[in-house]
């Protein structure tokens, strides 16, 4: 298998509103990236996901984008995005930057012009539609933020679609001309010398032609998330989609070069059969939520072993897996776990076959942060009041984008003022200096994963599940090394094929050479160098 970057790289997701700040407005900076970089280095990964910095009215903090070729002033300037983006590749960093070509703000200049009237040359450029006979909203799709996926437009009496808030309008993909537009926003970038992009909502970017209402969902019932109601068969994964990842995969083509492949990764909330068809249409690497949303509601070794083994059996030899355990919408991994089993989770994640994406302050098990009602932020948990959704962008997602901690000084380093999010409840002694200090900490397990992991086989061995008793999950990566996971807090055994080494454990104390029988203390995993 060919080598490429973006197959042995860990990619380490920041969400720039809450890494560092360095004008003391208490929200953080692409400067503040800039600084930390050093930091990210040591770490080992290889590439950075910025979360959106582009010009908008922060209604949905960057997701709601005005101009898709500027930054917004409460992150910097363009020059400050350039000099991170010069500093990054001189240190051997990558950096993917989130594109959001499903929906622009309400403010975009686009859509003011496509909304002054009917006639107007950009009324195609949004998804329109002409009321119900009741005069109500077109048809029944559901919203992810809740309520009607359609807002009225009194001036012209038409209905426009947004699958998020109302003041993020859909753009309609089936017009050339917006598809050309978005493809020039991606030159602009990747001629700026992005090395890629992290796609919003990817298999969302095509409706139903008709519009038709969504059919009911049978295992709905009374208190789940509203938009469960249905099953989306006519506003997700429309067939018309993967022409349009072809295409955006051949602007990428047109800037890369060997060793300096453009990436594509695309979020995409859908179950193997379908996610995989994406890795077919051009998108190098369709995230892979089934950790999140399988694996971490029910974490027994059974049930992990049935995920890797389906993803694993559905991937062509020209597909790369990938795997991820959180990320800017999701609850933090030590909150789901336990800091123990997030260890594990770790070790496991930094072993599987294919590219791991990591969440900031993941590295020093940062669980969810504590709002007090007067300081939510999020617009889904104001709209939604807390209610907390089974799939995609679940409300009340500010407990996972809090401030990283990084030293004991006045607002842990973050910023010389009060930070837009609280700090974390024991930042004075869960932050990144505490933890380098301590040679067992999480901090260290994880530097010391990413390092083991650029072994080759590791990298592109071939993924085997090794049978194990009841509460170990084990695998084989290639011939030469096993992973063994205790998912209890219990001491379990396991058999080995041959002796080996251990040559990494969670508790970060054991390096020996074992022979037919391995013991797994309580909440321990280890890799074990057999031969």
Same mark, same amino acid.
């Given at each position: 298998?060919?080598?490429?970057?973006?197959?042995?790289?860990?990619?380490?997701?920041?969400?720039?509103?809450?890494?560092?700040?360095?004008?003391?407005?208490?929200?953080? %900076?692409?400067?503040?990236?800039?600084?930390?970089?050093?930091?990210?280095?040591?770490?080992?990964?290889?590439?950075?996901?910025?979360?959106?910095?582009?010009?908008?009215?922060?209604?949905?903090?960057?997701?709601?984008?005005?101009?898709?070729? %500027?930054?917004?002033?409460?992150?910097?300037t363009l020059e400050d995005f350039d000099?991170?983006?010069?500093?990054?590749?001189?240190?051997?960093?990558?950096?993917?930057?989130?594109?959001?070509?499903?929906?622009?703000?309400?403010d975009h200049p686009w859509f003011l012009?496509?909304? &002054?009237?009917?006639?107007?040359?950009?009324?195609?450029?949004?998804?329109?539609?002409?009321?119900?006979?009741?005069?109500?909203? @077109? *048809?029944?799709?559901?919203?992810?933020?809740?309520?009607?996926?359609?807002? +009225?437009?009194?001036?012209?009496?038409?209905?426009?679609?947004?699958?998020?808030?109302?003041?993020?309008?859909?753009?309609?993909?089936?017009?050339?001309?917006?598809?050309?537009?978005?493809?020039?926003?991606?030159?602009?970038?990747? &001629?700026? $010398?992005?090395?890629?992009?992290?796609?919003?909502?990817?298999?969302?970017?095509?409706? %139903? !032609?008709?519009?038709?209402?969504?059919?009911? *969902?049978?295992?709905?019932? @009374?208190?789940?998330?509203?938009?469960?109601?249905?099953?989306?068969?006519?506003?997700?994964?429309?067939?018309?989609?993967?022409?349009?990842?072809?295409?955006?995969?051949?602007?990428?083509?047109?800037?890369?070069?060997?060793?300096?492949?453009?990436?594509?990764?695309?979020?995409?909330?859908?179950?193997?059969? #379908?996610?995989?068809?994406?890795?077919?249409?051009?998108?190098?690497?369709?995230?892979?939520?089934? !950790?999140?949303?399988?694996? +971490?509601?029910?974490?027994?070794?059974? *049930?992990?072993?049935?995920?890797?083994?389906?993803?694993?059996?559905?991937?062509? /030899?020209?597909?790369? /897996?990938?795997?991820?355990?959180?990320?800017?919408?999701?609850?933090?991994?030590?909150?789901?776990?336990?800091?123990?089993?997030?260890?594990?989770?770790?070790? +496991?994640?930094?072993?599987? &076959?294919?590219?791991?994406?990591?969440?900031?302050?993941?590295?020093?098990?940062?669980?969810?942060?504590?709002?007090?009602?007067?300081?939510?932020?999020?617009?889904?948990?104001?709209?939604?009041?807390?209610?907390?959704?089974?799939?995609?962008?679940?409300? $009340?997602?500010? @407990?996972?984008?809090?401030?990283? @901690?990084?030293?004991?000084?006045?607002?842990?380093?973050?910023?010389?003022?009060?930070?837009?999010?609280?700090?974390? /409840?024991?930042?004075?002694?869960?932050?990144?200096?505490?933890?380098?200090?301590?040679?067992?900490?999480?901090?260290?397990?994880?530097?010391?994963?990413?390092?083991?992991?650029?072994?080759?086989?590791?990298?592109?061995?071939?993924? &085997?599940?090794?049978?194990?008793?009841?509460?170990?999950?084990?695998?084989?990566?290639?011939?030469?090394?096993?992973?063994?996971?205790?998912?209890?807090?219990?001491?379990?055994?396991?058999?080995?094929?041959?002796?080996? #080494?251990?040559?990494?454990?969670?508790?970060?104390?054991?390096?020996?050479?074992?022979?037919?029988?391995?013991?797994?203390?309580?909440?321990?995993?280890?890799?074990?160098?057999?031969?």
């Amino acid at each position: 298998m060919a080598s490429m970057w973006w197959k042995e790289a860990v990619i380490y997701q920041i969400y720039p509103r809450s890494f560092q700040d360095t004008n003391a407005d208490g929200v953080g %900076d692409l400067e503040g990236i800039r600084r930390r970089l050093p930091y990210l280095k040591s770490l080992g990964v290889d590439a950075v996901w910025l979360s959106p910095f582009y010009k908008s009215p922060m209604r949905d903090f960057g997701y709601d984008v005005s101009d898709y070729c %500027d930054v917004d002033p409460i992150f910097g300037t363009l020059e400050d995005f350039d000099l991170l983006l010069s500093e990054a590749h001189a240190l051997g960093l990558k950096v993917l930057i989130d594109l959001v070509p499903n929906h622009t703000s309400s403010d975009h200049p686009w859509f003011l012009e496509s909304r &002054r009237d009917r006639s107007s040359p950009k009324r195609a450029w949004y998804v329109w539609a002409d009321p119900a006979p009741d005069g109500g909203p @077109p *048809n029944n799709w559901q919203s992810f933020f809740g309520g009607p996926a359609w807002t +009225l437009d009194e001036g012209s009496g038409q209905y426009y679609l947004h699958q998020f808030l109302p003041e993020q309008p859909d753009l309609n993909w089936r017009n050339p001309e917006v598809r050309k537009a978005i493809h020039e926003v991606m030159r602009f970038w990747l &001629r700026r $010398g992005v090395d890629g992009f992290r796609v919003d909502t990817l298999w969302l970017l095509a409706e %139903d !032609l008709l519009l038709r209402d969504e059919p009911g *969902n049978p295992d709905w019932r @009374p208190g789940m998330w509203d938009r469960g109601r249905h099953l989306h068969i006519h506003m997700e994964d429309q067939p018309e989609t993967y022409a349009y990842v072809r295409e955006m995969r051949f602007v990428l083509d047109e800037f890369s070069e060997p060793g300096r492949e453009r990436v594509m990764v695309g979020e995409i909330y859908l179950p193997f059969p #379908q996610l995989v068809r994406y890795s077919q249409a051009g998108c190098h690497l369709p995230f892979n939520f089934h !950790l999140i949303f399988r694996g +971490l509601p029910d974490w027994r070794a059974e *049930n992990l072993a049935r995920i890797v083994e389906e993803y694993e059996s559905l991937l062509t /030899p020209w597909d790369w /897996p990938n795997w991820v355990l959180g990320n800017h919408d999701q609850p933090r991994l030590a909150s789901r776990l336990g800091e123990a089993q997030a260890r594990v989770a770790a070790m +496991l994640l930094f072993t599987l &076959r294919g590219t791991p994406t990591w969440y900031y302050g993941d590295e020093i098990g940062l669980p969810n942060g504590e709002i007090p009602p007067e300081k939510v932020q999020d617009p889904a948990a104001l709209r939604q009041k807390g209610r907390r959704g089974e799939h995609g962008l679940p409300p $009340g997602r500010d @407990p996972v984008r809090t401030p990283m @901690p990084w030293d004991t000084s006045p607002y842990a380093g973050f910023s010389s003022v009060e930070p837009w999010l609280p700090l974390n /409840p024991d930042w004075k002694t869960r932050n990144v200096a505490e933890m380098e200090k301590d040679p067992r900490s999480m901090l260290h397990l994880v530097r010391r994963l990413i390092a083991l992991r650029k072994d080759q086989e590791l990298l592109y061995g071939a993924y &085997r599940t090794h049978r194990a008793e009841a509460g170990v999950y084990a695998y084989h990566r290639g011939e030469g090394w096993l992973v063994a996971l205790n998912l209890t807090g219990k001491e379990r055994g396991l058999e080995l094929p041959k002796g080996g #080494q251990v040559a990494l454990s969670t508790h970060l104390d054991r390096e020996e050479k074992v022979e037919g029988r391995l013991l797994l203390r309580p909440d321990e995993g280890v890799v074990v160098r057999l031969g």
